[in-house]
């Protein structure tokens, strides 16, 4: 029998002082009918809950966990740092290092300002564009998350998709008018607001493989489109690569369709689970930033020793050759085994993957845009999440989001999940 008792009892307890219980609300898993076991530790591959259950994970902490949990390379560099001091609120020579790992693995990124979150990385590269362009309004894309800034909670996805608030409240009028929204996967969705409001749109963001509906994939030639209608309009061109960014490549999502976008916004990964974040790109446009130009954006524990150095010691060992052949042929195991069992059962269901990302939508149709992604059946993946997840595997606990494979994973992970997965889509069936 599946115990998780005690995580009903930390549920209960956390219930009394945080806001449904979690510190960010997709944790909260209500989406898929049952409360959020607690974790305790990781180790590779693999968590442990408050009750002692071990899990396959693929989280990964929403992705920054690519070499897996404790990785001692990554545990040792964190203990280093931590014994010289933990933040100094001064400039130390591994932020530099870690600035120059990421624009030499990103070809349009000359200058990197380091940050805490995601959030604070789109949010610092809008209001760079804002400034260097002189304009007010940007394209987002339906669908797609860029953190919680006021400005870009405008029918966004992930947790604010999954619970229903893709705009949320609190956000002014006055913002959200400043936020046009276009359609993934349709060019011609942003060529009508650029003509609609010519002069007046400072940017483009889009996650270049989106991961904030499930996994979508830029359709061929979308992404080169958003460049060209960019540069055609004087506009700027911010690929949020905060998932994508070393996962889907070392070089992201840029380096596998070949766009160089003006600003790529970084995360997850770079930080290996510690809060580190990042934007940069072109030159002529960072150094708009303070202390150089008119550009403020600021951070107390911005570049922090121990999460650069966590973030540092990640890179390092994806670095390692062969790594992403490994963790792609990994991912593609598992999507090419959940098609196989869909269709040895016959049960409606899509893989869509990425690099060492994927998504599992229960439909029939392909899965290439928001409202094909909204079409899939919410409440068979939330079966699916909730027998998984007495299975011993730990999945994203929404139908809005991606599934990664860390380099931990291995081959008998691999087979035991789609073992799992075969028992739990025949019993979908009955
Ligand atoms: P954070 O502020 O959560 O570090 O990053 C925001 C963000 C920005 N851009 C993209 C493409 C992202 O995926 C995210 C955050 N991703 C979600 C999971 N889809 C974080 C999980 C959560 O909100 O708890």
Redesign the pocket.
Known sequence: MFDTAKSEQAFARASKVIPGAVN????AARAVGRTPVFLESGSGPYVWDADGNRYIDYVGS??PLICGHAHPAVVEAVCEAASRGTSFGAPTEAETVLAEEIAKANRSVDRVRLVN??????MSAIRLARGATGRDSIIKFEG?????ADSLLVKA???ALTLGVPSSSGVPQALVEKTLVADYNDADSVRALFEEHEGSIAAVIV?PVA??MGVVAPAPGFLAELRSITREHDSLLIF?????GFRVAYGGASALYGIDPDLT?F??VIGGGL?L?AFGGRADLMEQLAPLGPVYQAGTLSGNPLAVACGLATLRLLQEPGTYEHLCAHTSALACGIRDIADRFGVPLRVNCEGAMFSVFFTEHEVVDYRSACAADADTYARYYRAMLEAGVYL?PSQF??AFVSTAHSERDIAYTLERIEHVVAALQR
């Open positions: 960010s609300p997709v944790r929403w992705g979150s995601g959030t604070e990385a789109a797609c998350y860029h953190g919680h996805g992930s947790g996650e991961g904030n949020d690569e905060v998932m994508t916004c995360g997850k809060p974040a994203a989001e991606a």
